[in-house]
């Protein structure tokens, strides 16, 4: 995975100017048989891009554990606004959204609220679908998510924007790969927050 592994040197170094401690907090790297139990779980393969990512480090401590940063340094989510959660929480995040989908039933169609961006590459319109595997989580209901069920058009593995906030589903990018060469190129829009200490939070435009 060299390509990746480029672009993540190149995106740890964009972190990295930008004052955070981006490989401080990092958990220790995921085993082959945990990819292959969330993969059983799931019924999907992860990409190859991703499987690597998790193989590199199995998340990030969750940055409200952090007291202390590295010296000089600040703390931010691996993907901006977005922390990398670790596989097991992936997987029960990625349940708990298939049994919110079967527990709708047939009372409300949550997708007649979705729309899409216009000029994306193809995405399903709807407001979750098995097959999105959310790897990055804002906290708050929203995730990055490779597309491993695309519709007609799309390219397996995309990057898409989901989540409870997000009634415009997004391609972010074809791959992680190509995902984390963009959000390098991108001027970072910081967010609006109040004082949280040794934290920032800025979204990648994409």
């Not at 891009?49 to 600040?74: E, F, N, S």
């Amino acid at each position: 995975m060299e390509d990746f592994q480029s672009a993540l040197d190149t995106w740890l170094v964009y972190l990295g100017d930008l004052g955070f401690a981006a490989k401080a907090h990092l958990n220790p790297p995921a085993t082959e048989a945990a990819i292959a139990a969330a993969e059983a779980e799931i019924g999907f393969r992860l990409p190859d891009d991703l499987r690597a990512l998790y193989l590199w480090a199995d998340g990030q401590v969750d940055i409200g554990d952090i007291a202390d940063p590295a010296p000089g340094k600040i703390v931010t989510p691996l993907f901006g606004g977005y922390e990398f959660v670790p596989l097991a929480k992936a997987v029960g995040d990625y349940q708990v959204w298939e049994d919110v989908i079967d527990d709708w039933g047939d009372e409300t169609d949550p997708n007649e609220f979705i729309t899409l961006r216009p000029g994306d590459p193809p995405v399903a319109r709807e407001y979750w679908r098995r097959g999105w595997f959310g790897f990055a989580i804002d906290g708050g209901g929203n995730a990055y998510a490779v597309d491993l069920s695309p519709v007609e058009g799309g390219t397996p593995g995309q990057i898409i924007l989901t989540g409870s906030d997000e009634d415009e589903r997004r391609v972010m990018a074809p791959s992680l790969t190509a995902f984390l060469a963009r959000a390098a190129t991108c001027e970072p829009v910081w967010e609006d927050v109040e004082d949280d200490g040794p934290m920032r939070f800025f979204e990648i435009g994409l």
